[in-house]
Every structure is written in structure tokens, then in C-alpha cells.
């Protein structure tokens, strides 16, 4: 298997998670980091042990040495850098969402087939052991025919007035925040765990926190403190409070609903499956357990443990029962899937969205998206969503 050479765009929140999911993998080498200048990008990269620095996305990308590029930048910047890369012929990993719109999400996708490079989209949330499980379960039979599939992503992060993230600028961000954003993993995980496709949707995107202070000089990281400098007010016209219908491609339907300003909720994504045999529920914060329900016998907890899960899906725990594995290692389990297959040299047309997220992956759930702000801006009705 080749030994790879990575080089990452964007080190703000997310940025260093990747970085340190890829370094345990042993395979890949972390060989240069871009950011938005090169004090920041030099300041980065020493944080982070990683040892080239480059103050643009173009320079690390015209580096001969390194075959992939992973792009952890605001969403605004995923279009233009992922179109680059792909110029230069270079695998891409994008961060979610895919992009602000659509119809960028489609331009990436046909550049990408076109130049034939890997391309992935990191929906994290998958590769979860229990998830793994969970969806096994589904595929096999277990929970019966799906029929109501719902949840939430809820956290507290916008709580405030004086809280502010690029999120809330939709020339930034895309039109829609919590649903494109916290939605975005949400409707990817409902569609993987159950194998069907969101058909139609009916939003209510809500803007709870109408006015927000906007730092004047400071660019302000996602989930950074309020430094106390200078704001302006700004107008919010994205969501922050958002409830969403779906019908899924069986008659099976939906429900969720996602904030980012409900106080004491940190990273609480829950999915539920109810189907015609059994239920089962899944909460990111409970990383380990999987809910299964039944009507004629009792209910389950079924732990993560290697020894009990599928054998298809083994390899998804790395450590033993009663060992908590969560977050950062479903991460790496995600770019594991990813980067072997680019390792060893795969064709990128044979890339399923399976074993890792893809920008066809990405550009659906996009396409969801789009069809949620549709949705409201025609008085909150029924509307398709557009596959093209
Ligand atoms: N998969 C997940 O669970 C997850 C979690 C958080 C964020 N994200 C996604 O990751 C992306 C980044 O989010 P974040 O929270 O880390 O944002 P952030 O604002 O914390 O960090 C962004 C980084 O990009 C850098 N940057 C800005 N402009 C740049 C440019 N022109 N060239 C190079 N670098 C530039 C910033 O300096 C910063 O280091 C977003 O698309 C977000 O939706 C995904």
C-alpha cells in the first residue's frame, strides 16, 4: 500500500480533528497545512506538529508531493478549493456540508467524475460502531418494514445575542444554518442507516434571534468566546431553530428538528427507526449504546462491544467492551475508510457511498437542503426534492 502524503486547507475547529484522525492511521503522512495567511498557517502548523506551512490553498495545492487534499475551511471556500485540487488532479476530502448551494455541490461532483480523483465528503457520524450496527440491523430485516424515521441535532452554541459565527452569513454559510448545517449530518445519517432516499420535505426554518452583535475587526472562529471587542447589529435571515417533515422513497415518513440555541444541548444528535418488527435509537452523546425496542418482549441495550457486533462491522471498535470509544474514533474510522481506498490505488468510479461518503453522497444531502429553503419560501409547503 502506497504511503500517502496528506496536506489539509483550513485549521480553525474541525481542521485539527481531522489532522489528529489521520495521524493514528500510521499510513498517511500529514505533510502540509494551508490557512488563510501565512502567519496563521505558519502559527498552525507548528501547534500541530505539521511540517510545511503555505499562506494560500493554491501553494499547497501546486505541491508536488502531495496526492490528497482535505479542505476544513468555512463552507463559502469548499467550491473553489475542492474545483482546484481536482484541477491538479489531487484526491479531495471536503468537510460537510458539501457546499453552500446545490448547484455547487453538482459542479464539484461532475469535476471530480470527470478528472476521475477520490472524492469524500466527512459525515462522521456513521462510523460509529453502534451505527454500523444499527444499520446492519435495518439492512437485514431486523426493526421490519422502516416507517417513521425522526430525531434531532440540538445544541446551545447560539444561545446568546452576542454569540456569532461566519454560519449565520448565508453568503458564507449558504441559506440555510442549522438545517444545512447540524440537517446536513442528520438527513445523511437517516438516509445511510436506512438505504432510502428523502423524496419530499416541508420546512418551518425559524429565526428566533433575529438581531445579533457582529464583531466589527475580529474574524471570529466557529465556536470561539466572544472576545468583548467592538459589534455591530446584524440581521439574521438563516435558521436557528429549525422543523422539518420528510417522506422517504418507501411511503415511510420523517421528522426533524435541529437548534442551535436550546440551553444545555452540546452535540445532541439522536435518530430513531420504528419500523413494522422493532425500533432502534441511536444518541451521539450515549456513543456506545443502542437502543432496540419491542412491543412482546423486553427492551434492549445492546453495548458496543467487538465481541457482539456483526462481523461485518467489527472493525469499527478498536478496543474492547466496556471501553469508550466516540467522536474522534468514529472520525478516524471514517478517514481509515477513505484513505486505504485511495492507498491502494481503487478506481474512484467504483466508490459506492458506502464505505465512505462521496461527493454524490454530498450533493444529495444538498440537494435536501436546497429543497428545506424551497420549502419555506413558499409558505412552509410540501415540495420534491430535486435529484438532477
Ligand atoms: N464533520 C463535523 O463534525 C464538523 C464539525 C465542525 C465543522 N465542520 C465543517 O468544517 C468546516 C470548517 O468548520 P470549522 O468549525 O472548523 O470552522 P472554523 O471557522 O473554526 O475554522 C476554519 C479555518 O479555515 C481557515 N480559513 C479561512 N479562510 C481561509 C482561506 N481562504 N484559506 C485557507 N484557510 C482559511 C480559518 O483561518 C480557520 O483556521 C465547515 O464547513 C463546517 O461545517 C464539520
Same mark, same amino acid.
Given at each position: 500500500?502506497?504511503?500517502?502524503?496528506?496536506?489539509?486547507?483550513?485549521?480553525?475547529?474541525?481542521?485539527?480533528?481531522?489532522?489528529?484522525?489521520?495521524?493514528?492511521?500510521?499510513?498517511?503522512?500529514?505533510?502540509?497545512?494551508?490557512?488563510?495567511?501565512?502567519?496563521?498557517?505558519?502559527?498552525?502548523?507548528?501547534?500541530?506538529?505539521?511540517?510545511?506551512?503555505?499562506?494560500?490553498?493554491?501553494?499547497?495545492?501546486?505541491?508536488?508531493?502531495?496526492?490528497?487534499?482535505?479542505?476544513?475551511?468555512?463552507?463559502?471556500?469548499? /467550491?473553489?478549493?475542492? #474545483? *482546484?485540487?481536482?484541477?491538479?488532479?489531487?484526491? @479531495?476530502?471536503?468537510?460537510?456540508?458539501?457546499? %453552500? =448551494? $446545490?448547484?455547487?455541490?453538482?459542479?464539484?461532483?461532475?469535476?471530480?467524475?470527470?478528472?476521475?480523483?477520490?472524492?469524500?465528503?466527512?459525515?462522521?457520524?456513521?462510523?460509529?460502531?453502534?451505527?454500523?450496527?444499527?444499520?446492519?440491523?435495518?439492512?437485514?430485516?431486523?426493526?421490519?418494514?422502516?416507517?417513521?424515521?425522526?430525531?434531532?441535532?440540538?445544541?446551545?452554541?447560539?444561545?446568546?445575542?452576542?454569540?456569532?459565527?461566519?454560519?449565520?452569513?448565508?453568503?458564507?454559510?449558504?441559506?440555510?444554518?442549522?438545517?444545512?448545517?447540524?440537517?446536513? /449530518?442528520?438527513?445523511? #445519517? *437517516?438516509?445511510?442507516?436506512?438505504?432510502?432516499? @428523502?423524496?419530499?420535505?416541508?420546512?418551518?426554518? %425559524? =429565526? $428566533?434571534?433575529?438581531?445579533?452583535?457582529?464583531?466589527?475587526?475580529?474574524?471570529?472562529?466557529?465556536?470561539?468566546?466572544?472576545?468583548?471587542?467592538?459589534?455591530?447589529?446584524?440581521?439574521?435571515?438563516?435558521?436557528?431553530?429549525?422543523?422539518?417533515?420528510?417522506?422517504?422513497?418507501?411511503?415511510?415518513?420523517?421528522?426533524?428538528?435541529?437548534?442551535?440555541?436550546?440551553?444545555?444541548?452540546?452535540?445532541?444528535?439522536?435518530?430513531?427507526?420504528?419500523?413494522?418488527?422493532?425500533?432502534?435509537?441511536?444518541?451521539?452523546?450515549?456513543?456506545?449504546?443502542?437502543?432496540?425496542?419491542?412491543?412482546?418482549?423486553?427492551?434492549?441495550?445492546?453495548?458496543?462491544?467487538?465481541?457482539?457486533?456483526?462481523?461485518?462491522?467489527?472493525?469499527?471498535?478498536?478496543?474492547?467492551?466496556?471501553?469508550?470509544?466516540?467522536?474522534?474514533?468514529?472520525?478516524?474510522?471514517?478517514?481509515?475508510?477513505?484513505?486505504?481506498?485511495?492507498?491502494?490505488?481503487?478506481?474512484?468510479?467504483?466508490?459506492?457511498?458506502?464505505?465512505?461518503?462521496?461527493?454524490?453522497?454530498?450533493?444529495?444531502?444538498?440537494?435536501?437542503?436546497?429543497?428545506?429553503?424551497?420549502?419555506?419560501?413558499?409558505?412552509?409547503?410540501?415540495?420534491?426534492?430535486?435529484?438532477?
Amino acid at each position: 500500500m502506497k504511503r500517502l502524503k496528506y496536506g489539509i486547507v483550513g485549521a480553525g475547529f474541525v481542521g485539527p480533528h481531522h489532522i489528529e484522525a489521520v495521524r493514528r492511521l500510521g499510513f498517511v503522512e500529514i505533510a502540509a497545512l494551508a490557512d488563510a495567511n501565512s502567519d496563521l498557517a505558519r502559527r498552525k502548523a507548528a501547534q500541530l506538529f505539521v511540517p510545511r506551512a503555505y499562506g494560500s490553498y493554491e501553494e499547497l495545492i501546486a505541491d508536488p508531493a502531495i496526492d490528497v487534499v482535505d479542505i476544513a475551511t468555512p463552507t463559502w471556500l469548499h /467550491h473553489r478549493i475542492a #474545483l *482546484a485540487a481536482i484541477a491538479a488532479r489531487k484526491h @479531495v476530502i471536503v468537510d460537510k456540508p458539501m457546499a %453552500t =448551494t $446545490a448547484a455547487q455541490a453538482r459542479e464539484m461532483l461532475e469535476a471530480a467524475h470527470e478528472a476521475s480523483v477520490v472524492n469524500a465528503i466527512t459525515f462522521n457520524y456513521r462510523y460509529f460502531p453502534v451505527v454500523q450496527q444499527a444499520r446492519v440491523m435495518i439492512h437485514r430485516g431486523d426493526v421490519g418494514q422502516v416507517r417513521f424515521v425522526h430525531g434531532h441535532y440540538m445544541q446551545d452554541w447560539l444561545l446568546y445575542e452576542t454569540d456569532f459565527s461566519w454560519r449565520l452569513e448565508p453568503d458564507k454559510a449558504g441559506p440555510a444554518c442549522v438545517a444545512g448545517d447540524a440537517g446536513a /449530518h442528520w438527513f445523511d #445519517l *437517516a438516509q445511510h442507516l436506512t438505504g432510502l432516499r @428523502v423524496e419530499s420535505v416541508l420546512a418551518d426554518l %425559524t =429565526t $428566533a434571534i433575529k438581531i445579533r452583535k457582529r464583531p466589527v475587526a475580529e474574524w471570529r472562529e466557529a465556536f470561539a468566546e466572544n472576545s468583548g471587542g467592538a459589534t455591530e447589529n446584524f440581521t439574521v435571515m438563516v435558521d436557528d431553530l429549525s422543523s422539518v417533515l420528510l417522506r422517504f422513497n418507501n411511503g415511510a415518513v420523517g421528522n426533524f428538528f435541529g437548534c442551535q440555541l436550546c440551553a444545555g444541548h452540546k452535540n445532541d444528535l439522536r435518530i430513531e427507526v420504528n419500523g413494522s418488527r422493532h425500533s432502534l435509537a441511536w444518541e451521539q452523546e450515549r456513543p456506545g449504546e443502542l437502543w432496540i425496542g419491542r412491543r412482546g418482549a423486553s427492551n434492549e441495550t445492546f453495548l458496543k462491544d467487538p465481541a457482539l457486533l456483526d462481523p461485518s462491522v467489527r472493525h469499527y471498535a478498536a478496543l474492547p467492551g466496556g471501553h469508550n470509544e466516540a467522536w474522534p474514533d468514529a472520525f478516524r474510522n471514517l478517514m481509515r475508510n477513505v484513505l486505504t481506498f485511495i492507498a491502494e490505488g481503487r478506481d474512484p468510479a467504483s466508490a459506492d457511498g458506502e464505505l465512505f461518503p462521496t461527493f454524490a453522497t454530498g450533493y444529495r444531502v444538498a440537494a435536501i437542503v436546497d429543497a428545506l429553503v424551497r420549502s419555506q419560501r413558499q409558505g412552509s409547503h410540501w415540495v420534491e426534492v430535486d435529484y438532477r
